[in-house]
């Protein structure tokens, strides 16, 4: 059996995308016959500090020669120095969600500087798996690598329905408080739109940039939605599936995603999106299930959601197209198959 460790950003149970991208497939491989070790590793990547990049060297030391390290693009992308370190007795597979130098909010010699850092870390390894097709074509555009890049999707698995809510339209966001995802453009939006009923509940860790987080909390504050705007946290299992089934809309502001596996969870329960061009997010979401609207644009938010709440004809068509989408989404299991073929592609056997 092919033994695998893939080396993730700690804790495990993060709530990102990219987390749960990493859980997922090592969940899976050892059914498909690739044991699959996890190795967390703690640090604010990809810039983690001395003593995150000495547990880190630590982590890699201690693999045995000729051991298979599948090592997320966060951790790996701007630790070109210390992987090299190892590269030459170990084989190193290169796990890119998104690449690093397309992060928000970077001036343009912080974005290079990790352009050129991801490239001298990806030269090191033996093959390149990216989660989309999109990140794939960013990879060869921004020169990150000229070998083969192999793509291997996430799943998701159709839910439950969403029932929707009792009362006022409610609208769920699902991502991270941190400026990618861009919830103050949403809480502009929604702040041109208080004639309206709603209520809006974002969703998703708000530890990973507290700053933002702050910002966010202030925003809502000052504009005087905090009792129509929710701001949750991360939530468990049981409350994360609560939400989504009493929404009635979903959306991502989000300026710009390698993939966006909430589109899909989304859509895995029949529920339509607004969401934004930016990224990927016009190829995840499938035609006829959303509307996508320009990244920042605050007016263009704004009067696409008023007029899905002012017209329920054109929500029950777009809920009507989520659910037909719903049908055709990849698996888990076909996510993980897809995944352990680059895998063992990658590495040249079967």
């Known amino acids: 059996m092919t033994t695998v460790t893939l080396v993730m950003p700690a804790p ?9 991208y990493d859980r997922r497939m090592a969940e899976a491989l050892p059914g498909l016959g690739i044991e699959t070790r996890l190795a967390a590793v703690t640090g604010e990547f990809p810039h983690p500090g001395a003593d995150d990049q000495q547990r880190l060297r630590a982590t890699l030391q201690s693999q045995v020669d000729g051991a298979v390290l599948v090592v997320d693009g966060l951790i790996l992308g701007g630790l070109p120095e210390l992987f090299a370190e190892q590269a030459n007795r170990l ?6 969600h998104h690449p690093l130098a397309d992060e928000t909010g970077l001036s343009h010699p912080s974005a290079e500087a990790l352009r050129q850092s991801e490239a001298r870390s990806l030269a090191l390894c033996e093959g390149i798996i990216a989660t989309s097709a999109f990140t794939a074509r960013r990879i060869k555009t921004l ?14 698995a159709p839910r439950p329905l969403a029932e ?3 009362g ?16 103050h453009v949403l809480i502009d939006a929604l702040n041109g739109m208080q004639d309206q009923p709603w209520h809006c509940t974002l969703a998703g860790e708000d530890r990973l940039n507290p700053a933002y987080a702050r910002r966010i909390r202030r925003q809502i504050e000052t504009q005087r939605l905090d009792r129509r705007i929710t701001v949750t946290g991360a939530l468990d299992t049981d409350r ?20 966006g596996m909430v589109i899909d969870e989304a859509i895995a329960r029949g529920l339509p999106v607004v969401s934004t061009q930016g990224g990927a997010i016009p190829d995840t979401l499938p ?3 959303g509307i996508l609207v320009p990244p920042h644009d605050a007016d263009a938010l704004r009067k696409t959601l008023s007029q899905l709440l002012r017209d329920p004809a054109t929500h029950r068509q777009l809920a009507q197209g989520a659910r037909a989408a719903r049908a ?3 698996t888990p299991d076909q996510a993980a198959a897809g995944f352990a073929a680059a895998l063992r592609e990658v590495l040249g056997h079967d």
């Open 328 to 330: 055709a989404l990849t």
């Open 164 to 166: 929707g809510s009792d």
């Open 168 to 183: 006022d339209p409610t609208l769920l966001c699902v991502a991270s408080l941190t400026p990618r995802k861009a919830q």
């Open 143 to 156: 020169g990150l690598s000229h070998r083969p890049v192999h793509v291997a999707p996430p799943g998701t």
């Open 287 to 289: 035609p006829g299930a």
């Open 12 to 20: 495990i149970e993060r709530a990102t995308g990219g987390n749960a």
């Open 91 to 96: 084989r190193l597979i290169g796990l890119v």
């Open 240 to 259: 994360l599936e609560n939400a989504y089934h009493r929404a009635d809309l979903f959306v991502l502001p989000a300026v710009y995603e390698g993939y």
